[in-house]
């Protein structure tokens, strides 16, 4: 299996630093009191497309051959991953094909087409979505980009990871949000090439934690129906994401719903941030093991902002 390392980062990060926003970071004396830490907030909320997501689908799209590039991409995906990969493909010209289940976010609906998308619904299920986008691929001779179990898709996303420690380079943790593992994978490769001592923590929602079961058992153990207020978390993790995380990731820790509708609230309320469930996760594992993390200096990755606002949990 051919996986990406850390050099594989720094030239996805030359590539597509002239598209991508260097998102914030940002920090809260109020939030680091409430936790007995010191918090470093790395905003991929405010990055293009509201996701950190637009940094791997950039540097996928920027990496096509010509010819690759002329048949256009597709992918499927819940949204923000489809609305990513749709902005990444107008600014290089070429068509975006995307297969979206019936019960994504209008929100994300919306955005997908508003960056030029060419969108087609399916049942929500993985089979579903897998087999639709076959029937697209097979139709148009697009190139299929997965949202995360692609080389360049996980390159691109260690960029924020490698931003925030050159921001702040004495860092004790940093967390992480973990779904498919494209984000968790780069982030891991970033932070163990930068930093001899900084572990990386990933944070998923108790209600899908197929990555901690697949970590603990050293094996892939698929999602099981998982219902979670973090829909951008609800996919099963990838083979070559698995790979580096069995590797360099130090430990992954679940958290409650409850945990992650406080911590939602928190950031809102104390940073003025606007932040989606997926990225609430990690500030939630610092409050439901407070204890665990006194004193340290904390990264967290903020990974979206892509919120329905008429559907908001509080």
């Known amino acids: 299996m051919n996986l990406p390392s850390y050099s594989d980062v720094v030239k996805a990060h030359q590539l597509i630093g002239e598209f991508i926003h260097k998102t914030p970071v940002m920090t809260s004396s109020a939030i680091n009191k409430i936790i007995g830490a010191e918090l470093y907030f790395k905003c991929e909320n405010l990055q293009k497309t509201g996701a950190f997501k637009f940094r791997g689908a950039c540097n996928a799209v920027f990496s096509l051959t010509e010819e690759e590039a002329k048949r256009g991409v597709g992918t499927h995906s819940s949204g923000n991953h489809a609305a990513a990969l749709a902005y990444a493909a107008s600014l290089r010209g070429i068509k975006a094909h995307l297969v979206m289940p019936s019960n994504s976010s209008e929100i994300k609906k919306r955005a997908a087409a508003g960056y030029g998308g060419l969108i087609t619904y399916c049942q929500p299920t993985l089979e579903a979505r897998e087999k639709t986008l076959a029937e697209v691929v097979a139709q148009t001779g697009v190139t299929p980009v997965h949202p995360y179990n692609n080389f360049n898709v996980i390159a691109g996303q260690g960029t924020a990871a490698k931003e925030l420690l050159e921001s702040i380079p004495e860092l004790d943790i940093i967390i992480c949000p973990v779904g498919g593992g494209g ?29 901690y079961r697949s970590f603990m058992a050293g094996y892939i153990i698929p999602s099981d129906n998982p219902k979670t207020i973090a829909d951008g978390l609800l996919t099963s993790l990838g083979e070559p994401n698995f790979e580096i995380i069995k590797e360099k990731v130090d430990q992954i820790i679940t958290v409650s719903e409850e945990a992650i509708v406080e911590a939602m609230r928190m950031v809102w309320e104390r940073m003025k941030l606007i932040i989606e469930p997926s990225a609430a996760v990690t500030l939630a594992v610092l409050l439901e093991n407070k204890s665990d993390f006194q004193g340290r200096r904390i990264g967290l990755i903020l990974s979206g902002g892509n919120v329905d606002l008429t559907k908001l949990p509080f």
């Not at 970033?190 to 900084?198: E, G, R, T, V, W």
Request: charged share 15%; hydrophobic share 50%; aromatic share 0%.
């Open 183 to 211: 984000l968790l994978a780069g982030t891991a490769l970033s932070i163990k090439a930068l930093s001899k001592h900084c572990q990386v923590i990933a944070a998923e929602p108790k209600n899908a934690n197929d990555a």
